[in-house]
């Protein structure tokens, strides 16, 4: 790896080199999973539909369907109109979904396709019960976590509505997470006698049970008609302020839903602020199982202390997952010295200057819209204990001999993780467990060579 110093690679901005994060449609293509019975629809190249969907399958191992409007060169000069129309029909004929989500890429963006338009001029032609949405998805603005959040929007636009009748519900609006995450919130939610609708919910779709026959749309998804009655609750949470805040502000503005945006709950004290709102609002006791799991959560931390307590790591990923669990490491005495996203946006480093400020730490480098090339080299001058992130810092790890937690997105070289949430005290322990698990069996290796040494 060539060896520029910080300076000069502080100073590139017209390039990025192995960027964390993805782009737009990849976030989008996600949301709309989280929909029962949708079919997301890439209005663009074959090629890159193709892309998401692998993306998505890599990380979740479970198939990610999606449709194409299969542009050609005579699409990119003469616009999309007649493929989506098309590509429309074809889907309703014969993949029979509920609703199709479509989102833009960035050959349709280029050329600017008018996506409502095309919708509305095929109104007439959608079958009696079955909808069509839409969200622009350019790649070359924001990231997956934009695009996520646009989607999301682009539903609560097409069909929630206001009925003037309160149904007595939250609305849940988590953020870029895992299928188990959303469990996990939802496991919680139920715990705290609060009546919800989470949208999306990937959970049964994305982690859907092997059977002994393949369902293209699973049990699992948000509901076209709980999405309508989102307009009908009495308020909406955001988990995750960078990836929800806007989805919910849409809801607030389109049908008088008052909204809280709070951080992805991971960690003691973003947990704890969400049981908190979901005190507020069900005006019930914390039960004791949320007492005793939290109880335990401490009692892990205490134990292991002696292990994580002045530890540096570098923490790099999706930006609200990033802040959780940079928030993570300094409740457990960690120095998160390297906090990066690849989504662009200040929020994000006002939110983390502010934590570690919390914690008293100083020194930290703290930056959005980096790449983990930047990362590389800052670590290469001045080394941390572990990493902590996706599966992409893992040449990093093994260039540089530092342990590796994989935490977040995107993890496309171990299993089982979409599964085990990292939100919520049941997620912080196993987050910690894999953060001394690291830390350990490196001190035991070290030992180990240390023994050898002595023997020789």
Known sequence: MLNYTSKEVAERSALRINPAKTCQPVGAMYAALGVYGCMPHSHGSQGCCSYHRTFLTRHFKDPAIAASSSFTEGASVFGGGSNLKTAMRNIFDIYDPKIIA??????????????????????????????????NTPSYVGSHITGYSNMIAGFIKYLSENTGKKNGKMALIPGFVNPGDMREMKRIAKLMGVDYTMLPDTSGVMDAPMTTHYEMYPKGGTTVEEIQDLGNCEMSLALGEIACDMPADVLEKKCKVPYETLALPIGVEYTDKYIMALNEFSKTEVPYALEEE???????????????????????????T?????QLACEIGMVPKYVITGTPGSLFEKRANAILEKFGIEGSTVKANSDLFEMHQWIKNDPVDVMIGGSYGKAIARAEDIPLVRAGFPILDRYVHSYMPIVGYKGAMRLVELILTAIMDRMDRDCADEDFEVVM
């Open 322 to 326: 990033v802040l959780g669990i940079t």
């Open 294 to 320: 939290r109880g335990q959560l401490m009692d892990i931390m205490l134990d292991s202390n002696q292990y994580s307590n002045g530890k540096t790591c570098a923490i790099y990923g999706d930006p609200d």
């Open 102 to 135: 479509v989102h833009t890429t960035c050959l349709s963006e280029t050329i600017g396709d008018d996506l409502n338009a095309y919708i509305t001029d095929y109104e007439s032609k959608i079958p009696e019960g079955k909808y069509v949405v839409h969200t």
